[in-house]
């Protein structure tokens, strides 16, 4: 049995393609983590001015105080506090009624490195930009907000560069047959 050789044209296809999948995916990758950094800053924004409220000796419960946010019906950012023993001893937000831990394996590496800035998942329905900082003789400090809206804009680019390529696809067939 012989191997046709490929023609020409489909090779220069195929390289051609090559390359436009690569940069569309390049450029889906890089607005993808941007979209997701982006969420740390006013995180990292929020933890450091509770630090502040604590060096100031306001109580961490005056701090979380207010109606608090349901996590199960609203996606707005919220903080919490821990104790030296990894205990909360306030948060501004629940799921079910009751305060979502961080691991506490989470919490001895944030002690080790000072803070952490992670994607945390506490249960399969919700995700969080989370940044978390360890204050010396006084526990962590976690800021988190729900990721879900920067992942329906991923889902969204996700579309868009299929599309792109697609369309990349049929022009550089069209252009190689003519």
């Not at 998942?121 to 978390?132: K, N």
Request: some cysteine.
């Amino acid at each position: 049995m012989q191997i046709r050789r490929l023609p020409m044209a489909f090779k220069l296809w195929v390289m051609i393609m090559g390359v436009v999948t690569v940069c569309i995916g390049t450029t889906y990758l890089l607005v993808q983590q941007q979209g997701r950094m982006s969420m740390n800053d006013p995180l990292i924004s929020l933890v450091q001015v509770e630090r502040a409220q604590i060096g100031a000796k306001v109580s961490p419960g005056r701090l979380a105080a207010g109606d608090g946010i349901d996590l199960s019906i609203n996606e707005g950012a919220f903080v919490t506090f821990y104790g030296l023993d990894k205990s909360v001893i306030a948060t501004s937000a629940t799921l079910a009624g009751k305060a979502l831990r961080l691991p506490a394996g989470a919490l001895d590496n944030i002690r080790i490195h000072g803070h952490s800035t992670v994607t945390w998942q506490p249960t399969s329905a919700l995700r969080f930009a989370t940044y978390t900082e360890y204050v010396p003789n006084f526990g962590y400090i976690s800021a988190a907000q729900s990721l879900k809206q920067v992942e329906i804009r991923a889902s969204r680019n996700v579309w868009l560069c299929t599309a792109a390529i697609v369309a990349a696809a049929i022009i550089a067939a069209v252009g190689l047959t003519l």
